[in-house]
């Protein structure tokens, strides 16, 4: 047994105080909230304030699962104990609390799941129009790539309407989603093989490009069954247009590495991402909200303890403030400056003098699997001031009570090219469904021109792998790769 004074009951007591630190904070939150209601005339403005209480909250007790500074389950009872007390004052509606936790849905056998260690990805790359009955517009559709684990498999795509009337930020409501179209999807493989499409998971999203509010879909569609190993090709077919070839007797040797990572070390891997983003320029406000940046949550993680002033890492953030020209919050402010990691610095002399290549790469890169989360790369556009990876996940692990989030803390990108640089990574994960998910991935800087590799990290709590993608562009002319950037 363990007695006093052990590391098990040291980590029991750390894990506590967060706990309390996080409860101390929720409550801040509630008493802001109740406080602000006083004076504000109407409901929404009230449910607004509340989400925003939650929001702020729910941003620290993900970090502090993340780093495993508390269990996940202890977040989530925070979380839960928040809005139910802004729904008892009055201050949001029932309704507009996130569904509680559930049990994982029963599996049907025409759902299976993707195997990681049997995972194959073929790029398609090809862009089609499609009809949709009674509808006078057509459809664009671009698949991206085909992944299967020799049980399921499932394609990637894209899409828009081809009439300028229909891509504005109103386009879903001008016509029918794509779905209708897509509903009829079938396949037939080389050797006799021939597949229906079984479901599909889809969302939509503006362009990054606001003033010309360009709105699209991307998602998946999934087959009722994968096409064999020894399959050449596979032919799809959109709503009756002619078929659409995926080779798949072309092997892609891609250099993949794995390493195991110290779970101890979460919070400075963590802090870490956070600064290399920041020193980007990569902050984000929502509107009605404080700014949740990386300097508010590691002022929460040094007050909670999950790191001592002395921790590295903290003075690499205060040297990146430094360099921002921001104020350090609360007890950061006593934390002294370190000096810039070389490729750090690097980074921050590239951002904006520095312009990126153009076209599209559709790489099919498949990533090792990272602490259960196996993602492929599908596609990498690019153009002189921005570049997107495209990123699929078949199952992405949902965390319970919230769904697939927005930012998921307990994963961290990163991209390195051949030429030595570093690039900053941000990502919004919000199109999925039940375990899997779809989205974009930004770098910052776009990548370089002269870059002919690009490596590409994901890192998770206790394991981190990578890929090493070829950069052989083409030309682009999708607007839809540049999807809209939320924190």
């Not at 070390?265 to 920041?278: E, P």
């Amino acid at each position: 047994m363990n007695g006093p004074g052990t590391p098990e009951q040291a980590s029991l007591l750390d894990a506590q105080r967060a706990e309390g630190y996080l409860r101390q904070r929720a409550g801040e939150e509630l008493a802001e909230a109740s406080s602000l209601a006083q004076v504000q005339v109407t409901a929404d403005d009230r449910a607004t304030t509340a989400k925003a209480c939650l929001a702020r909250t729910g941003a620290l007790a993900g970090a502090l699962a993340a780093v495993g500074a508390i269990p996940e389950t202890a977040a989530v009872g925070v979380l839960d104990d928040l809005g139910k007390a802004l729904v008892q004052r009055g201050l949001l509606p029932a309704a507009e609390l996130p569904a509680g936790p559930a049990p994982d849905p029963p599996r049907r056998p025409d759902t299976p799941s993707c195997q990681p260690d049997t995972v194959r990805a073929f790029p398609a790359g090809v862009t089609v129009e499609c009809e949709i009955d009674g509808f006078g517009f057509p459809l664009r559709v671009r698949l991206g790539a085909l992944v299967t684990d020799g049980q399921s498999a499932r394609i990637t795509w894209r899409a828009d309407y081809t009439d300028p009337q229909l891509t504005g930020p109103e386009a879903w409501r001008q016509g029918p989603d794509p779905w209708v179209a897509l509903r009829g999807v079938t396949a037939a493989d080389d050797l006799g093989g021939s597949y229906q499409g079984a479901g599909w998971t889809y969302f939509g999203g503006a362009g990054v490009r606001r003033e010309c509010g360009y709105f699209c879909w991307a998602g998946w569609s999934r087959l009722d069954a994968a096409p064999p190993e020894e399959a050449r090709w596979l032919e799809v077919t959109l709503a009756g247009r002619a078929p659409v070839r995926i080779e798949m007797d072309r092997a892609r040797e891609l250099a993949v590495t794995v390493a195991a990572l110290d779970p101890a070390g979460a919070a400075d891997r963590y802090l870490d991402a956070g600064s290399v983003t920041l020193l980007a320029g990569d902050l984000v406000e929502r509107a009605g909200m404080r700014p949740l940046s990386t300097l508010v949550i590691a002022a929460d993680l040094l007050a909670a303890g999950v790191l001592p002033p002395g921790d590295p890492a903290l003075a690499r953030l205060a040297a990146v403030a430094r360099r921002r020209g921001m104020v350090l919050p609360g007890q950061l402010a006593a934390i002294l400056p370190a000096p810039l990691p070389g490729d750090w610095a690097l980074l921050a002399d590239r951002i904006g003098s520095e312009q990126g290549a153009s076209g599209v790469v559709f790489a099919a890169a498949v990533l090792p699997e990272v602490d259960g989360v196996h993602c492929i790369i599908t596609e990498i556009a690019s153009r002189p001031d921005i570049t997107t990876l495209r990123v699929f996940a078949p199952a992405w692990p949902l965390i319970d009570h919230h769904g697939t989030p927005p930012r998921d803390d307990r994963f961290v990108w990163g991209a390195r090219d051949d030429l030595g640089r570093r690039y900053a990574a941000s990502t919004y994960t919000g199109g999925g469904g039940i375990g899997g998910a779809e989205f974009p991935l930004r770098l910052h800087p776009p990548v370089s021109p002269q870059a002919r590799e690009l490596e590409i990290t994901l890192a998770g709590p206790t394991a981190q792998g990578s890929v090493r993608v070829p950069l052989y562009w083409q030309n682009d002319d999708w607007e839809s790769d540049l999807p809209d950037w939320r924190a």
